[in-house]
């Protein structure tokens, strides 16, 4: 069985208090408590605070480009299908740098797990506008307000019909662990947003700001329909719903449209150097 203390990595060098830590912890307890070995776990991140949570896990890992986290974890998903492959994105990286992967993950439907830190700001970068931070917000780089719309990220997977799309709060650790394990478990594309307070950079959306609004969906409701789901994900304001919001458990995932994926991995499979080397050349100009 595993330990959380297998999968320790180095010592996180996040501010006292930072939402980050909560996720870290939880992830760990998630992948132990589904009964995974660090070997059989690869953790891929982008850029920013988020983007270190590799350094801090030990288990297969890849810190890449920012927003570029979705097209590596895609890819080793689909090299390794036997690979439980976790994706990791700050708000920034996943929906702003790197959104047009998240539209393009989500249509492709590989089994792959999208943990967004969700602080609502650049972290790394010190408290720009990110794409979920209010509109109007006064930031260092917006002294007059931010002038765009907030985006929704889980009515946007819901109406994308991504297989689940699921939110959560780092104050509710219980509830996190949960979220990710139904994340982790489910085959196909799978979004957890999680509202992880920078306590550095946004003083507006705090641990108190989230644990006042923050309200699980109750046991009645059926994540399987649709509309519902859309509605639910439109809420925002005094109340806002977490949980696992919507989920479609009938669409393929990406690697069972591929014949030559059903078997053995691609990673296992004979590699042949001259058959490699002969489609390079005829590839080439
Ligand atoms: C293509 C590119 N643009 C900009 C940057 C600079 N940059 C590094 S981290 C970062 C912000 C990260 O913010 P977010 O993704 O929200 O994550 P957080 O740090 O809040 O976890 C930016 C803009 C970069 N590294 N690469
Ligand atoms: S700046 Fe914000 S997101 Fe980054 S470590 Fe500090 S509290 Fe966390």
């Known amino acids: 069985m ?14 006292p208090g930072c939402g980050n830590f909560g996720i870290l912890r939880s992830l760990k307890r998630a992948l132990v408590e589904l009964g995974l070995e660090p070997h059989q776990v690869l953790v891929v991140s982008g850029i920013g605070q988020s983007g270190k949570t590799p350094h801090y896990m030990q288990c297969n890992t890849f810190n890449g480009l920012h927003g570029r986290t979705l097209p590596v974890a895609t ?3 689909l090299a390794n299908h036997e690979m439980v492959v976790i994706a990791e994105a700050g708000d920034g990286d996943c929906y702003g740098e790197g959104g047009n992967h998240f539209l393009h993950a ?3 439907n590989p ?6 830190h969700d602080n609502q700001i650049y972290g790394l970068t010190k408290g720009q506008a990110s794409p979920t931070t209010a509109e109007g917000t006064v930031t260092k780089t917006q002294p007059f307000g931010v002038p765009s719309e907030q985006l929704n990220p889980v009515a946007l997977a819901v109406a994308m019909d991504a297989g689940l799309v699921a939110r959560s709060f780092v104050g509710d650790m219980e509830h996190l662990t949960e979220m990710m394990k139904a994340a982790i478990a489910h085959k196909g594309f799978a979004l957890l947003d999680i509202f992880q307070p920078c306590v550095t ?6 641990y108190d700001w989230y644990r006042k609004r923050v309200k699980p969906v109750g046991e009645d409701y059926d994540p399987e329909d649709r509309l519902n789901a859309f509605e639910t994900a439109l809420i925002w304001g005094e109340e806002i719903p977490v949980g696992v919001l919507y989920r479609n458990p009938g669409r393929p995932a990406m690697e069972e449209r591929f014949p030559v994926l059903a078997g053995t991995p691609l990673v296992k499979q004979p590699f042949d150097l001259e058959t490699g080397r002969r489609a390079i050349d005829s590839l080439a100009l």
């Not at 959380?4 to 060098?13: C, M, N």
């Not at 089994?111 to 967004?116: A, F």
């Not at 950079?201 to 705090?206: E, L």
């Open 2 to 15: 595993p330990d959380i203390k297998d999968y320790k990595g180095q010592t996180p060098a996040w501010c």
């Open 111 to 116: 089994n792959i797990t999208l943990l967004v």
């Open 201 to 206: 950079f946004n003083k507006v959306n705090t």
């Open 106 to 108: 989500m249509r492709r």
């Open 75 to 77: 890819a080793a998903r």
